[in-house]
């Protein structure tokens, strides 16, 4: 079982646009592909911010010390770093944006932990169009 934090924007709900379920751990997608993750989020501040750390921590680094094998690794260690706080940027985000933190759900997928969320919270999916 995956545990989700769920957020929505307001109510009076569009379920695709106000409500965001972001799930708690590692995320590989940041892990691999960490800008265009962020981008894919609209997480225009985190993008930018990844990118540039990125570029200033290897000109930084390939000054020091040119090692094509010590570059591969800390390259791959701060990736590692952002898979695992990436779920943690976007909550921020999210949280930039309006949507306020509802709880937590557990479930196989994202809408199995959306429908128990649902299931506890009448209130909140009456409000869903």
Do not use: C
């Not at 995320?27 to 609209?42: E, P, T």
Request: net charge neutral; proline share 2%; no cysteine.
């Amino acid at each position: 079982m995956k545990v989700y934090t769920l957020h929505i924007r307001r109510h009076g709900l569009d379920i695709d646009q106000d409500l965001v379920l972001v799930k708690e751990g590692f995320n590989l997608a940041a892990f691999l592909l960490s800008v265009i993750w962020a981008v894919w989020h609209k997480m225009w501040w985190v993008a930018l911010g990844i990118g540039f750390s990125s570029l200033i921590l290897n000109l930084l680094f390939w000054a020091v010390t040119p090692n094509p094998i010590a570059s591969v690794a800390l390259t791959v260690g701060a990736a590692f770093l952002i898979g695992l706080v990436a779920n943690d940027l976007r909550r921020w985000t999210l949280e930039q944006r309006g949507y306020a933190d509802f709880g937590v759900s557990i479930g196989k997928t994202e809408d199995a932990a959306l429908s128990r969320f649902l299931d506890k919270s009448p209130d909140i999916a009456r409000d869903l169009v």
